[in-house]
């Protein structure tokens, strides 16, 4: 038997509603043994009193429902955002809130570099913050005439390459056919590359290869740092291509005693048929460790609001743009709701616009008359459109949700101008009409889409302020204790974790957030501002500036 | 078959789940004849392949009797795309069966950005029994009617399972979602292997014009002079609905060598640095295709 370990604190948060606050929490074997004051978990045995955090407040280690550990791999490129942000070793990145800054940007990074062919490549990149001003391959020749160099966007869904990049694809010459690629006076593509089909034969020129973005050693190091800085101790790697052998790599990875985050990489539906990737997950699911939980799936149903590829019902796009694209089936996505119902599997399923919502719930209903199960929690992902009816189904069906909260601050006016309208901006990620309808709820940042940080997303959903400053959804906020709940346990539920993490109770896991401020006595509008000195996770300390 | 060394022709197959692409897939590859066909999949899942084809079979590629393979490209076509044109075992085309949520046009453009290979036609598959009923669907009905209306070539197969009066019914209502494509009506997918994969140009080079007992009905067209290529590839793809392909070479009126392809109602014309023999095979669809059906053509091609 180890150790007891006592920590004290100026407050612990438990969210455990028979002991909501208390001072003190022993800690043995990674896991919490007691709460409460010094006296009575004194009575357990001997113990060491911690004293780090006597002026700190703790809650339970944040859970993010839904990131990718892309957002520790995009950081070996240059940040190029239009928003301050830490990098995972803290340091601060300034936005570039000109053109004339991001080439700056990368053209010091590129006398930085040693070797002529090596590429160079930033990313985060949002015109939309700089009148969406167009960059071409001319700008960013100025960066290098010899090197390939590409600037993926914000959204994910453009990629400006230099001369050299369009030379390496054999994209440099006349005849290019492609509604992707503009083509220039010249005949020859500007550089500019829109969309998935026209970014994909060119990103891994410039640096983008899907293996380094889908994760290897280095990327989960780093994701581990940004968790720490978050004051996240669980998190997802939500659609990963997870195979025996990347786990092995995970593995060694997370078992490392530094490695600071449980990691839930949830595999892919795509690219292998239903039951290959039952069989799959249900293989990898018994190699399961404490800081790497596998056995779950994610499906994705459709693309996205902003990129106009989500699925809309009536009447569609507030523009007038087509209706977006399916991604899966439903004939392939109710013969897997099928077979992971029969097999005791999870599946999360990402539906943006609400009539990939409503497909997911009339796939799911056919399925769970045939394979009744009791607590299968399937969640929908995103589900930024779904209205009051279709989230009392979800109740009736036993599903989750986890709503993408931080779309109101970055496209929250794109949204109600644009995409899909006043009305329907209005109840996007409608956090409040869940909890009411009784749907059990998270709130998510997608990062790196936008940055890990669920206190920034908490903000998000109790005050839906979106960039220009208004208040979009006021009946869709939430409380502040509501949106705590929904990072912790609501997260961990979605999950089927609640009864290891998301609130400090006795037998639960010792993951704790440090915070400077008690996010309760700070209140809603400055709930983002708390500064995090780091986490306990697994009973081991974590200081975000010792990394 | 990169005759012209313009690259490996793509030929992609679409059409809603159930429509037949396995089953056609499988007729073209038992009836390659020599030809070296490469199938790509989006997934290895339901295995597309007949057992007896099999010679052997990794993680990545089936190798198929007869030379030919199948791959799955998962979500990187054009990296497949440009493995398949380096390989050292040469390929003379390629079909790529797309999924039923695909978008044929977009993955046409994307091969239309890889070196090596050239895009040939977009041939969609429809069951002659569901097309309707499944264009109807709650969810899938523009993603199913777009497919239709990208299609160069429409299969209707699985003909045997209704009626002539519903052949007919069905075709017509075909014809009002696309009126360009030629309708190629078919059982089991038993489809023409030169109508789909456009093999016929070699016929040039066996006997110059000449019919076979089976298979579609074919006509070579043989210019003397240099011609309006363009103004010929347009019309054989415009205005001559009942020809299905028509692929080939003639010489501009600049003297250049071009090649010429038509599937359906979509038409390419290529420059060619290579000496070839003028001439164009056409493949027909219905009743033999005869000279005096082309006089406004022949008159274009002075012949």
Same mark, same amino acid.
């Given at each position: 038997?180890?150790?007891?370990?006592?920590?004290?604190?100026?407050?612990?948060?438990?969210?455990?509603?028979?002991?909501?606050?208390?001072?003190?929490?022993?800690?043995?074997?990674?896991?919490?043994?007691?709460?409460?004051?010094?006296?009575?978990?004194?009575?357990?045995?001997?113990?060491?009193?911690?004293?780090?955090?006597?002026?700190?407040?703790?809650?339970?280690?944040?859970?993010?429902?839904?990131?990718?550990?892309?957002?520790?791999?995009l950081?070996?490129?240059?940040?190029?955002?239009?928003?301050?942000?830490?990098?995972?070793?803290?340091?601060?990145?300034?936005?570039?809130k000109?053109?004339?800054?991001?080439?700056?940007?990368?053209?010091?990074?590129?006398?930085?570099?040693?070797?002529?062919?090596?590429?160079?490549?930033?990313?985060?990149?949002?015109?939309?913050y700089?009148?969406?001003?167009?960059?071409?391959?001319?700008?960013l020749?100025?960066?290098?005439?010899?090197?390939?160099?590409?600037? *993926?966007?914000?959204?994910?869904?453009?990629?400006?390459?230099?001369?050299?990049?369009?030379?390496?694809?054999?994209?440099?010459? =006349?005849?290019?056919?492609? =509604?992707?690629?503009?083509?220039?006076?010249?005949g020859?593509?500007?550089?500019?590359?829109?969309?998935?089909?026209?970014?994909?034969?060119?990103?891994?020129?410039?640096?983008?290869?899907?293996?380094?973005?889908?994760?290897?050693?280095?990327? *989960?190091?780093?994701?581990?740092?940004?968790?720490?800085?978050?004051?996240?101790?669980?998190?997802?790697?939500?659609?990963?291509?997870?195979?025996?052998?990347?786990?092995?790599?995970?593995?060694?990875?997370?078992?490392?005693?530094?490695?600071?985050?449980?990691?839930?990489?949830? #595999?892919?539906?795509?690219?292998?048929?239903?039951?290959?990737?039952?069989?799959?997950?249900?293989?990898?699911?018994?190699?399961?460790?404490?800081?790497?939980?596998?056995?779950?799936?994610?499906?994705?149903?459709d693309?996205?609001?902003?990129?106009?590829?989500?699925r809309?019902?009536?009447?569609?796009?507030?523009?007038?743009?087509?209706?977006?694209?399916?991604?899966?089936? =439903?004939?392939?996505?109710?013969?897997?709701?099928r077979?992971?119902?029969?097999?005791?599997?999870?599946?999360?399923?990402?539906?943006?616009?609400?009539?990939?919502?409503?497909?997911?719930?009339?796939?799911?209903?056919?399925? *769970?008359n045939?394979?009744?199960?009791?607590?299968?929690?399937?969640?929908?992902?995103?589900?930024?459109?779904?209205?009051?009816?279709?989230?009392?189904?979800? #109740?009736?069906?036993?599903?989750?949700?986890?709503?993408?909260?931080?779309?109101?601050?970055?496209?929250?006016?794109?949204?109600y101008?644009?995409?899909?309208?006043?009305?329907?901006a #209005?109840?996007?990620?409608?956090?409040?009409?869940?909890?009411?309808?009784?749907?059990?709820?998270?709130?998510?940042?997608?990062?790196?889409?936008?940055?890990?940080?669920?206190?920034?997303?908490?903000?998000c959903?109790?005050?839906?302020?979106?960039?220009?400053?208004?208040?979009?959804?006021?009946?869709?906020?939430?409380?502040?204790?509501?949106?705590?709940?929904?990072?912790?346990?609501?997260?961990?539920?979605?999950?089927?974790?609640?009864?290891?993490?998301?609130?400090?109770?006795?037998?639960?896991?010792?993951?704790?957030?440090?915070?400077?401020?008690?996010?309760?006595?700070?209140?809603?509008?400055?709930?983002?501002?708390?500064e995090?000195?780091?986490?306990?996770?697994?009973?081991?300390?974590?200081?975000?500036?010792?990394? | 078959?990169?005759?012209?060394?313009?690259?490996?022709?793509? +030929?992609?197959?679409?059409?809603?789940?159930?429509a037949?692409?396995? +089953?056609?897939?499988?007729?073209?590859?038992?009836?390659?004849?020599?030809?070296?066909?490469?199938?790509l999949?989006?997934?290895?899942?339901?295995?597309?392949?007949?057992?007896?084809?099999?010679?052997?079979?990794?993680? %990545?590629?089936?190798?198929?009797?007869?030379?030919?393979?199948?791959?799955?490209?998962?979500?990187?076509?054009?990296?497949?795309?440009?493995?398949?044109?380096?390989?050292?075992?040469?390929?003379?085309?390629?079909?790529?069966?797309?999924?039923?949520?695909?978008?044929?046009?977009?993955?046409?453009?994307?091969?239309?950005?890889?070196?090596?290979?050239?895009?040939?036609?977009?041939? !969609?598959?429809?069951?002659?029994?569901?097309?309707?009923?499944?264009?109807?669907?709650?969810?899938?009905?523009? +993603?199913?009617?777009?497919?239709?209306?990208?299609?160069?070539?429409?299969?209707?197969?699985?003909?045997?399972?209704?009626? %002539?009066? %519903?052949?007919?019914?069905?075709?017509?209502?075909?014809?009002?979602?696309?009126?360009?494509?030629?309708?190629?009506?078919?059982?089991?997918?038993?489809?023409?292997?030169?109508?789909?994969?456009?093999?016929?140009?070699?016929? !040039?080079?066996?006997?110059?014009?000449?019919?076979?007992?089976?298979?579609?009905?074919?006509?070579?067209?043989?210019?003397?002079?240099?011609?309006?290529?363009? %103004?010929l590839?347009?019309?054989?793809a415009?205005?001559?609905?009942? !020809?299905?392909?028509?692929?080939?070479?003639?010489?501009?009126?600049?003297?250049?060598?071009?090649?010429?392809?038509?599937?359906?109602?979509?038409?390419?014309?290529?420059?060619?640095?290579?000496? @070839?023999?003028?001439?164009?095979?056409?493949?027909? @669809?219905?009743?033999?295709?005869?000279?005096?059906?082309?006089?406004? @053509?022949?008159?274009? @091609?002075?012949?």
């Amino acid at each position: 038997m180890g150790k007891i370990r006592i920590f004290s604190a100026k407050k612990i948060i438990t969210m455990n509603p028979n002991q909501p606050e208390t001072t003190h929490v022993a800690v043995r074997e990674g896991r919490i043994l007691s709460t409460g004051t010094l006296e009575e978990l004194a009575i357990w045995d001997d113990y060491t009193l911690d004293e780090t955090f006597h002026n700190k407040i703790l809650i339970p280690g944040l859970v993010e429902g839904h990131a990718h550990v892309m957002a520790g791999a995009l950081w070996r490129h240059v940040y190029c955002g239009y928003f301050d942000r830490a990098d995972p070793d803290g340091n601060m990145w300034q936005g570039s809130k000109t053109i004339a800054d991001v080439i700056e940007l990368l053209q010091v990074a590129e006398s930085k570099l040693k070797y002529p062919a090596l590429p160079l490549a930033g990313w985060q990149f949002d015109p939309i913050y700089m009148d969406n001003q167009r960059v071409t391959r001319s700008d960013l020749d100025q960066v290098s005439a010899t090197r390939p160099v590409g600037v *993926l966007h914000a959204s994910g869904h453009i990629l400006n390459v230099n001369s050299k990049a369009l030379e390496l694809a054999d994209l440099l010459r =006349p005849g290019i056919n492609h =509604p992707g690629i503009p083509l220039d006076k010249d005949g020859l593509p500007t550089g500019e590359l829109y969309g998935p089909d026209a970014i994909g034969p060119v990103s891994k020129y410039v640096g983008f290869d899907r293996a380094s973005m889908e994760g290897d050693a280095d990327a *989960l190091r780093a994701f581990g740092k940004i968790c720490v800085r978050s004051g996240v101790t669980t998190i997802t790697d939500l659609a990963a291509r997870i195979t025996e052998e990347s786990v092995d790599k995970m593995l060694e990875v997370t078992e490392h005693p530094t490695f600071p985050a449980r990691i839930v990489p949830l #595999r892919i539906f795509m690219g292998a048929s239903a039951k290959d990737t039952i069989d799959l997950v249900l293989s990898l699911k018994e190699r399961s460790t404490d800081q790497l939980r596998l056995g779950r799936i994610k499906a994705v149903a459709d693309g996205s609001i902003q990129g106009f590829s989500a699925r809309m019902r009536w009447p569609g796009y507030f523009n007038g743009a087509p209706n977006g694209l399916w991604y899966t089936l =439903p004939e392939q996505l109710g013969e897997l709701y099928r077979l992971a119902l029969a097999n005791g599997v999870q599946v999360h399923t990402h539906t943006n616009g609400d009539e990939a919502t409503e497909m997911a719930l009339d796939t799911l209903a056919p399925a *769970l008359n045939e394979v009744p199960s009791v607590d299968h929690r399937f969640t929908l992902q995103h589900c930024q459109l779904a209205d009051a009816a279709q989230f009392r189904r979800m #109740r009736n069906m036993k599903m989750c949700v986890n709503l993408f909260a931080n779309h109101h601050f970055y496209w929250g006016d794109e949204h109600y101008r644009l995409t899909v309208g006043p009305e329907r901006a #209005r109840r996007m990620n409608a956090c409040r009409t869940a909890l009411e309808m009784g749907v059990p709820m998270a709130i998510h940042s997608d990062a790196p889409i936008t940055p890990l940080a669920p206190l920034f997303t908490a903000w998000c959903a109790v005050n839906r302020l979106t960039l220009s400053g208004r208040v979009q959804g006021d009946g869709e906020k939430i409380s502040i204790q509501d949106a705590l709940y929904a990072i912790t346990l609501g997260a961990a539920y979605t999950l089927h974790l609640d009864g290891e993490i998301g609130s400090v109770e006795i037998g639960k896991k010792a993951d704790f957030a440090v915070l400077e401020q008690d996010p309760i006595d700070i209140g809603g509008a400055n709930i983002k501002d708390i500064e995090i000195w780091g986490t306990v996770q697994g009973g081991r300390v974590f200081q975000a500036k010792k990394l | 078959m990169n005759l012209a060394g313009l690259g490996i022709p793509v +030929t992609v197959l679409s059409g809603y789940l159930g429509a037949g692409k396995t +089953t056609l897939v499988n007729h073209l590859l038992r009836n390659a004849d020599g030809q070296k066909l490469a199938v790509l999949v989006n997934e290895f899942g339901a295995l597309p392949i007949d057992k007896d084809l099999i010679e052997a079979a990794d993680d %990545e590629v089936i190798s198929i009797a007869g030379g030919c393979i199948c791959c799955s490209f998962g979500s990187d076509l054009s990296a497949a795309l440009s493995q398949l044109s380096a390989m050292n075992q040469p390929i003379d085309h390629i079909l790529i069966e797309a999924s039923g949520v695909a978008r044929p046009e977009a993955i046409m453009w994307s091969v239309g950005l890889v070196s090596g290979v050239l895009p040939d036609g977009i041939v !969609i598959l429809a069951d002659a029994e569901t097309i309707q009923k499944a264009a109807r669907d709650k969810y899938m009905s523009d +993603t199913i009617l777009a497919q239709l209306q990208a299609a160069d070539l429409l299969i209707l197969n699985k003909i045997d399972l209704v009626t %002539e009066e %519903e052949v007919r019914v069905t075709s017509s209502w075909l014809a009002l979602q696309n009126e360009n494509a030629p309708i190629i009506p078919i059982t089991y997918g038993k489809v023409e292997r030169d109508i789909v994969l456009g093999h016929c140009v070699q016929r !040039i080079y066996a006997k110059g014009a000449h019919q076979d007992a089976a298979g579609p009905s074919t006509l070579t067209l043989l210019p003397k002079h240099n011609i309006d290529v363009l %103004e010929l590839a347009q019309t054989l793809a415009k205005d001559y609905p009942n !020809i299905a392909r028509a692929k080939g070479f003639a010489t501009n009126k600049s003297g250049e060598k071009i090649l010429i392809q038509v599937v359906g109602s979509r038409y390419s014309t290529s420059i060619v640095s290579k000496e @070839l023999p003028d001439g164009i095979v056409c493949l027909g @669809l219905g009743e033999t295709l005869r000279k005096r059906h082309f006089k406004r @053509l022949l008159h274009l @091609l002075k012949i």
